[in-house]
């Protein structure tokens, strides 16, 4: 869709830049005022005027403005249109592969990443552990960049040659315009649970969502063992590969799994990964399907993923030389949750232990949701902090709690969340898996008043060599 028309105008103005903070306005700048949840951005056009913007762009008029103003039905569509366009169209120089779900996006784009450049492939990706250009790491700060931040990001990915681009789409990026002028060759549905309902309100809203992304692509790689997968597939307008363990065209057989890995057949391939969990095979299966859809050959998809060496924080082995296992993992959603626990008890020969929490100022109904399931799979809880932000830790907790009522596992409250990992190991037995569950490839925690320096793996550590 062309930027003209979304506008009625005859004005010729020339531009340096694009903001949509006035703080980071400068000289020569178009200035797009964008509705946000906490501050409305038409309210800053005066400021973003003072710092030298040439031309507003807003969905209303605003006082005091002496500015030329353009006014659009969305600002956040415009900035999108006016984003790409500004770059050069970046993301039609390499191919563009989008992975979308409640769970398994990251462990996803970097399968599909390491069987792109096993084929010889220059491969960015974007998510939310890091954003990467072949093997240098950027800086990432959200799953899905704001569309400006995103196609600067393309131009840089396209001007170092990139010939693939393999990136996270969150539910917010698609309802928010964030990935309007994208047109991907390929893209993934893992699955649908319950999460963000603190912006969607509703699951029928969260899987509409999602759906939006299937309209811009040639390819859909759609998991049908998920209650949502066939609803996906039958309004997807593209071409579908569906993959899965029970159904699909894609399908994995002959599965056996351990606390090092899992082993499975696919079509003639014989698959091998060093990343535990029965929900990895899921993630494999979803790469796979992009790598067929692409044409890669199975020789590179076998080597790939036998070499594969998983994500930070997702279902993540950390080495402790001891008589019991430590994985470190980002769920924080129910289904997140149950995922793990049951992948973990399938190689479980001890007790099965989990560590966790729930994030304050989100979605206060999935805590009990999340307890429950705790206190059903696993055979001992520690309930603790995540990332508590401005909400009272013991106040995240008694919700959680509400939830194991009728809980079968043991289970003990430790708000101190350091405190609790270490009550953990104190505890471990012979054959334990401990998992520490939420907080993943964070290396902080989000407190009241302050971010703190949390590293779980270097907690560990401490912990362990100061036995």
């Known amino acids: 869709m062309n930027i003209n028309k979304l506008v009625n105008t005859d004005l010729d103005i020339e531009v340096s830049g694009i903001s949509y903070d006035s703080r980071n306005t400068k000289p020569g700048d178009v200035f797009v005022a964008i509705k946000g949840f906490v501050s409305d951005g ?16 807003c969905e209303h008029a605003i006082d005091g403005v002496s500015i030329p103003c353009i006014v659009v039905n969305n600002t956040r569509e415009a900035l999108a249109y006016m984003s790409h366009r500004f770059y050069g169209n970046p993301s039609s120089a390499f191919k563009l592969i989008g992975v979308t779900g409640t769970n398994g996006k990251t462990t996803v784009t970097y399968l599909i990443k390491d069987i792109l450049e096993q084929a010889g492939k220059k491969v960015g990706l974007i998510g939310t552990n890091q954003n990467m250009i072949g093997y240098t790491p950027l800086e990432t700060h959200h799953t899905t960049p ?8 393309f131009r840089q990915m396209a001007d170092e040659g990139c010939e693939y681009v393999v990136m996270e789409v969150s539910s917010h990026s698609l309802e928010l315009h964030r990935v309007d002028v994208c047109e991907f060759v390929a893209c993934v549905f893992t699955n649908l649970t319950q999460d963000h309902l603190d912006f969607h309100k509703t699951m029928e809203n969260y899987k509409n969502a999602k759906k939006k992304l299937f309209n811009h692509c040639k390819y859909g790689i759609i998991n049908t063992d998920d209650p949502s997968g066939e609803d996906m597939v039958k309004d997807a307008p593209c071409k579908v590969y569906s993959y899965g363990i029970y159904s699909g065209e894609i399908r994995a057989s002959e599965i056996t799994e351990s606390v090092k890995g899992a082993m499975f057949s696919c079509l003639d391939m014989n698959i091998s990964l060093g990343i535990p969990g029965h929900f990895t095979v899921y993630n494999a299966l979803a ?8 044409g890669i050959s199975h020789a590179d998809i076998e080597k790939a993923l036998s070499n594969a060496k998983g994500v930070k924080g997702r279902l993540e082995l950390v080495p402790t030389g001891r008589d019991f296992s430590i994985i470190i993992d980002y769920a924080h959603t129910p289904d997140g949750l149950l995922n793990v626990l049951e992948s973990a008890r399938r190689f479980t020969t001890g007790r099965l232990v989990v560590l966790f929490g729930c994030g304050g100022d ?6 009990p949701l999340m307890g429950k399931i705790a206190g059903e799979l696993a055979d001992y809880c520690i309930i603790t902090s995540d990332n508590p932000r401005s909400e009272e830790p013991a ?6 709690l509400s939830g194991m009522n009728n809980a079968t596992a043991e289970y003990i409250v430790v708000e101190n969340r350091r405190e609790a990992i270490e009550v953990a190991i104190r505890h471990a037995m012979p054959g334990d898996v401990i998992i520490l569950a939420g907080k993943g490839h964070e290396t902080y925690q989000i407190l009241a008043d302050k971010t703190i ?12 060599n100061n036995e």
């Open 42 to 57: 038409h309210d800053y056009a005066l400021a973003a005027q003072e710092n030298g913007a040439v031309c507003v762009v």
């Open 146 to 153: 704001e569309s400006l931040e995103l196609a600067a990001l």
């Open 287 to 294: 790469a796979i399907g992009v790598a067929i859809s692409l």
């Open 362 to 367: 989100r979605d206060r109904t999935k805590r």
């Open 395 to 400: 106040a995240i907790i008694r919700d959680i």
């Open 453 to 464: 320096h949390f590293d779980e793996r270097e907690i560990v550590y401490e912990i362990l």
